[in-house]
T-cell receptor, first 112, second 113 residues
Framework: GQQLNQSPQSMFIQEGEDVSMNCTSS?????WLWYKQDPGEGPVLLIA?????ELTSNGRLTAQFGITRKDSFLNISASIPSDVGIYFC????????????FGTGTRLQVFP | DGGITQSPKYLFRKEGQNVTLSCEQN?????MYWYRQDPGQGLRLIYY???????QKGDIAEGYSVSREKKESFPLTVTSAQKNPTAFYLC????????????FGSGTRLTVV
């Protein structure tokens, strides 16, 4: 099955820095979702995007649905230690399916 | 509070034994899913069920089996035919059609020795 390409694979940053990560696909996606997974837990939904060009914020998090519909970006501003975890993008290629395709994840470490 | 419960959190089994992972939800969700997660990889779909008594294979169904006898329960059996069963297994559910409301359980880490 297809998986989305997510980069970077891992990031090590200092508290207070901004973070950017992205997700790309060779085919068009109709929805993009961003999840965060804490160690040993299930993913939790952060932001959902439903149309090309959409820019949505959730606190310090901002995500965008790429104009080409083949990519999405997640930015975290002013990182804090509790931002540590794995961030996954996910999406669907068709409006007629509810099966999510997941990215490979970006592992974020935040140092005080 | 409503949610998805996966049990146990950690499971150890000997090679060649079948093992069943539990997934229960009290969200009244119609659809339920099983994913496998390996280090450095995204989630891969094993099986899913959109209604009771019906389920479909996902991308990596070989060596796994499921049942959906009740709306709230979707157990996954990892059989001896699964060549590399050690992994983190996640169950998810959602209300109906579309992607709105996808909710994950906290996972079961299976180690086969």
């Amino acid at each position: 099955g297809q998986q989305l390409n997510q980069s970077p694979q891992s990031m090590f940053i200092q508290e207070g820095e901004d973070v950017s990560m992205n997700c790309t696909s060779s085919s068009i996606f109709n929805t993009w979702l961003w999840y965060k997974q804490d160690p040993g837990e299930g993913p939790v939904l952060l932001i959902a995007l439903y149309k090309a060009g959409e820019l949505t914020s959730n606190g310090r998090l901002t995500a965008q649905f790429g104009i080409t519909r083949k990519d999405s970006f997640l930015n975290i501003s002013a990182s804090i230690p509790s931002d540590v975890g794995i961030y996954f993008c996910a999406g669907t290629r068709s409006y007629n399916t509810d099966k999510l395709i997941f990215g490979t994840g970006t592992r974020l470490q935040v140092f005080p | 509070d409503g949610g998805i419960t996966q049990s146990p959190k950690y499971l150890f089994r000997k090679e060649g034994q079948n093992v069943t992972l539990s997934c229960e939800q009290n969200l009244n969700h119609d659809a339920m899913y099983w994913y496998r997660q390996d280090p450095g990889q995204g989630l891969r779909l094993i099986y899913y069920s959109q209604i009771v008594n019906d389920f479909q294979k996902g991308d990596i169904a070989e060596g796994y089996s499921v049942s959906r006898e009740k709306k709230e329960s979707f157990p996954l059996t990892v059989t001896s035919a699964q060549k590399n069963p050690t992994a983190f297994y996640l169950c998810a559910s959602k209300p109906g059609t579309g992607i709105y409301g996808y909710t994950f359980g906290s996972g079961t880490r299976l180690t086969v020795v």
